[in-house]
């Protein structure tokens, strides 16, 4: 599904400020596998899953997707194949336009244009059942605009957008980490309820080490653009987030002074 194959990417390169963010780094993601991605700040996660959505292209390596080398296409190009939820509420969805556009703009992504304008009232009923079932009463808010939700409702609404077009991946980029814990929570149990119905190919970048040995199939933990440790869901559900600092203290001689409070709490 998702194979990346000796990835390096430097910021600055040929200068005397260069940071390598990723390192000669490879990782294979398995048809509907669910993976969490763990780190400190600087740790090069956003900037992998930058290289994965586009956003950046890598110096060196390959990236490929459903068989498809696509290291070298622009992020416009993924957008058929990629559904991705990002940090902030506000990133994912039009402010101005009402809650059925942003859906529609979502629901015809990768699709050709033609030039009908406007909803279809078939469309309006499946955002409205497609709503419903989130329990938030956004099913009688179709035309309300988007900026008028709160941090949860504009999430829980880029989730659905995101995954409406069931994408060969789904990216979602701490996307939880905006939110006070009962709203994060939420969403978390809709991300999970989505990726299952679905079984969606996932890649969850997280700061919570608690999130990530609760979430997900696999967790994959990375240091200084290098992956350090590389979990199976047997091994990780048998630990607790002590049982994963030591681990990760363990790894690469020792990394106690890097983990920051925001990978234990949260």
Excluded at 197 to 219: E, P, S, V, W
Excluded at 236 to 260: A, I, M, P, Q, Y
């Amino acid at each position: 599904m998702l194979k990346i194959r000796r990835i390096s990417k430097y910021f600055g390169k040929g200068t005397v400020n260069e940071v390598a963010a990723i390192r000669n780094l490879s990782l294979e993601v398995r048809p509907g596998e669910f993976v969490c991605v763990i780190g400190s700040n600087g740790a090069g996660k956003t900037t992998l899953l930058n290289c994965v959505s586009g956003t950046i292209i890598p110096d060196e390596g390959e990236v490929l997707l459903d068989g498809r080398d696509v290291t070298r296409w622009p992020e416009h190009e993924r957008a058929a194949l990629i559904g991705r939820v990002f940090q902030d509420p506000l990133s994912g969805t039009c402010a101005s336009m009402s809650i059925e556009e942003n859906l529609a703009l979502a629901n015809r992504r990768g699709k050709r244009r033609t030039l009908a304008r406007g909803l279809k009232s078939a469309e309006r009923a499946l955002f409205a059942q497609i709503l419903g079932k989130l329990d938030l009463g956004l099913e009688v808010r179709l035309g309300d605009p988007a900026g008028l939700l709160s941090g949860g409702q504009r999430q829980a609404l880029t989730l659905v957008m995101a995954t409406l077009q069931r994408p060969t991946l789904l990216l979602l980029d701490e996307h939880t980490a905006a939110l006070d814990p009962k709203t994060a929570g939420l969403i978390m149990d809709l991300t999970l309820e989505l990726v299952e119905r679905d079984k969606l190919t996932t890649f969850m970048i997280t700061h919570n080490m608690q999130q990530a040995l609760n979430y997900g199939d696999r967790l994959v933990m990375i240091h200084n653009g290098e992956i350090i440790l590389d979990l199976g869901r047997t091994e990780k559900e048998r630990l607790t987030v002590g049982d994963l600092l030591d681990h990760f203290n363990e790894s690469k001689n020792g990394l106690g002074g890097v983990l920051n409070d925001r990978l234990v709490l949260g």
